[in-house]
């Protein structure tokens, strides 16, 4: 990323601000404001005040925000101002989950292929004009498709070789749906979505909730003082 | 969350950095660095330190991390030194591949039953030992099998239908996989995984890598101060 300063977490939630104006929008709601925006997602008005003031100054003190201008900056910056053509690599049950999820084209991405090593799987459609390719002709396809972004869906042990085969492709950037932190060159973009780490993160509040961290945290205190 | 002062994404890291762990131990490694798992993971290693500091003192200056401790550290701090029983409400493609995602039991989690309206599913087995249920029986079979964390993986327009329904079983959290913003009481946990989210973030990468963004940052910038 060139911009170094910007936190990935603000990034994160300027998508979640964007869903919630698309909400907002769709109900004929015109204006909104930080406070606006907090009471619906339960963030504070002083963070989104703050993530939007690293992209310029948005919306008028006292005023609020312009829903459709503010959703034309967010866009914007996020890049959704244009189409993405969009590969989906492992097609398993992850894969066509993904394939069918609704909401993909409304933002702009696109898919325009699929690929597997499964003969069977291979000529069939995941999607209303989904089309499943053999791996093989994953570099030939993804240039013929001008396809910019994939989708990582294949076993953990066969990511990180597939991944060398996308960057031969020319792709742009990996949503990475397997649990191997690839490795990759600098110019190619990575997210990583592990479904596990949000599960950990849910166990983490159940447990704080119910108090349970204060003694773990004691009692690993204690441990470090007998070291 | 009853301590505020712990941000999320450092709930967030912690859950990478034990994921990191766990592959340092079996591959046999018994020490490790803030420096050394910042190399692993792409984190700065200032970063790294900070985050594990909110929970007292792990290792020793200049000589590092005893792994196995580390890792029993976290599993402490994230609630994984325990067993949780899940279900999964809403068996289509994506709830599906959530039930045979290999890494949930080696976690803890334990996916004991799933829910479904259609009669065709209901009784059939979506994974190893996990049953199809009728939605119509969520609170019994919950109770019965003392399910504490729910995936929920049902269409948008019944997500929050569902959720009311799950929150009078007694769970203690939601994985929300639905494109709602779930309104739930405020002693029920809930992460929302929104993959949208990831792509959002992945062009917003690679458009900034691509410099696109400074025209988009300039622009707006121009707009504001014609208002």
Redesign the interface.
């Given at each position: 990323?060139?911009?170094p300063k910007i936190p990935?977490?603000t990034?994160?939630r300027?998508?979640?601000y964007?869903?919630?104006l698309e909400n907002k929008e769709s109900a004929g709601i015109k204006k909104t404001s930080s406070k606006d925006l907090a009471e619906?997602?339960?963030i504070k008005a002083s963070q989104i005040r703050k993530d939007l003031s690293y992209?310029?100054?948005?919306g008028?003190r006292g005023v609020g925000y312009d829903i459709p201008?503010l959703m034309k900056?967010i866009k914007?910056?996020?890049?959704?101002h244009r189409r993405?053509n969009v590969a989906i690599i492992g097609v398993?049950?992850?894969g066509?989950?993904?394939a069918?999820?609704?909401?993909?084209e409304q933002?702009g991405?696109f898919i325009k292929a699929a690929f597997d090593k499964d003969k069977k799987k291979i000529g069939t459609q995941i999607a209303a004009g989904v089309l499943v390719y053999d791996i093989k002709e994953l570099k030939k396809v993804c240039s013929e498709k001008n396809i910019?972004?994939a989708i990582l869906s294949v076993p953990?042990k066969t990511a990180q070789k597939v991944a060398d085969q996308l960057v031969e492709t020319g792709i742009?950037?990996?949503?990475n749906?397997t649990?191997i932190?690839l490795q990759l060159p600098e110019?190619i973009?990575?997210?990583?979505?592990?479904?596990?780490?949000?599960?950990?993160?849910?166990?983490?509040?159940?447990?704080?909730?119910?108090?349970?961290?204060y003694e773990?945290?004691e009692?690993?205190?204690n441990?470090?003082e007998e070291?």
């Open positions: 990323m060139k911009n990935k977490p990034i994160k300027l998508a979640i964007y869903r919630c619906s997602l339960g992209f310029g100054e948005f008028k201008k900056s914007n910056i996020l890049g959704l993405w398993g049950n992850l066509s989950a993904i069918n999820y609704t909401g993909l933002n991405f910019e972004i953990g742009k950037g990996i949503l749906f649990p932190a110019n973009a990575v997210e990583n979505v592990d479904f596990t780490v949000s599960l950990k993160a849910l166990t983490y509040e159940i447990v704080s909730q119910y108090k349970e961290i773990v945290v009692e690993n205190n441990n470090t070291q």
